[in-house]
């Protein structure tokens, strides 16, 4: 039993770390960080507060399972992860729209989209978007007891928001790195269309 213990350990480590190092875990937070102006501690803050809504959501899900038994699974992935691309789509929209106003208006004041809007956006993105690779590894768990199924929740929170911020801060570095002063009046416009593309391909993935 212990083996088998282990090896549900192993698994979910592997699943989360390979879930959380998809873009749409890191990358639209480094880039709005960016753009949004929040320094790197802020970017951070943010990023571990959606990896864990993230983390916390699919411990939940897959705790019911657990009790209710895997049916529900194809339903949660059919409906949940095409939400989660919608979302990041939309938030790209706002920021292409945001971007031509400006230019628009020859509005030269740089100013940023409200924060608390994104950051709510940000978090539902990934709240909306369990893991559902790891639903079946509760479901084997819950054979043994509730401790156990704690423990994976533990390694799966800790392995996701840990690849999340490890990617999210190398990016954000890298964009500060970058000489944008040509491209910085169309800063928000790329960004925006940076994030539908991910969102676009996030939907046709998963469809």
């Given amino acids: 039993m212990q083996n ?28 709005v960080g960016r753009e949004q102006k929040w320094g790197l501690t802020k970017t951070v803050f943010v990023t571990a507060g959606a990896g864990l809504g993230h983390s916390l959501i699919t411990s939940v899900i897959g705790s019911v399972i657990a009790l209710l038994g895997f049916s529900i699974t194809e339903h949660i992935e059919t409906y949940a992860e095409p939400l989660s691309g919608s979302v990041l789509i939309v938030i ?91 491209i910085e009046p169309y800063e928000k416009e790329i960004v925006g269309g940076i994030l539908t593309t991910i969102g676009i391909v996030f939907l046709v993935v998963h469809h």
Avoid: Q
Avoid at 24 to 30: E, G, V
């Fill in 4 to 31: 088998t213990i282990i090896s549900l350990m192993a698994a979910t480590f592997f699943i989360a770390l390979t879930h959380a190092i998809m873009p749409t875990h890191w990358m639209p937070f480094a880039l």
């Fill in 92 to 182: 790209g929209i706002v920021f292409i729209i945001v971007g031509r106003l400006k230019h628009k208006r020859h509005n030269h004041n740089h100013s940023e989209l409200p924060d608390k809007a994104i950051i709510i956006s940000l978090f539902l993105m990934l709240s909306c978007s369990p893991c559902v690779a790891l639903l079946p590894i509760f479901l084997a768990a819950s054979t043994f007891s509730w401790t156990t199924l704690l423990l994976l929740a533990i390694i799966l929170s800790v392995t996701t928001i840990s690849g999340m911020l490890g990617l999210t801060i190398l990016t954000y570095k890298g964009i500060k790195k970058i000489n944008i002063c040509k």
